[in-house]
């Protein structure tokens, strides 16, 4: 099971944290990535990491604004979204374990239940 947390209202510009908790011993075994969807669109690629942290891929969107994360031994996974803008606005879900592209959704199996992220300008 997956948890996301950590959205919430902010300003154009401002950071915000988001945090993935997971539960079961295998956490480090799989690819922890981060989706977002916003109003009547579906649920797009935002960032991705391997089970050990080595391997890191980001959305050319959110590249050198974002920054994933994993702590393995807390179980938890991170996004860490700096200089936010207000197309950054979105529904933000967690996911782990895809079965092939780490970047289409449909490849994932096991889903967090969506943090918001609303940016105002």
């Known amino acids: 099971q997956l948890q996301a947390y950590g959205g919430g209202l902010v300003q154009a510009g401002d950071s915000l944290r988001l945090s993935c908790a997971a539960s079961g011993p295998t956490f480090s075994s799989y690819v922890l990535a981060w989706f977002r969807q916003a109003p009547g669109n579906g649920r797009k690629f935002v960032a991705a990491i391997s089970g050990s942290g080595g391997s890191i891929s980001y959305a050319d969107s959110v590249k050198g604004r974002f920054t994933i994360s994993r702590d393995n031994a807390k179980n938890t996974g991170y996004l860490q979204m700096n200089s936010l803008k207000p197309e950054d606005t979105a529904v933000y879900y967690c996911?782990?374990?895809?079965?092939?592209?780490?970047?289409?959704?449909?490849?994932?199996?096991?889903w967090g239940q969506g943090t918001l992220v609303t940016v105002s300008s």
């Open positions: 996911a782990s374990n895809p079965a092939g592209s780490w970047y289409v959704a449909d490849e994932y199996d096991y």
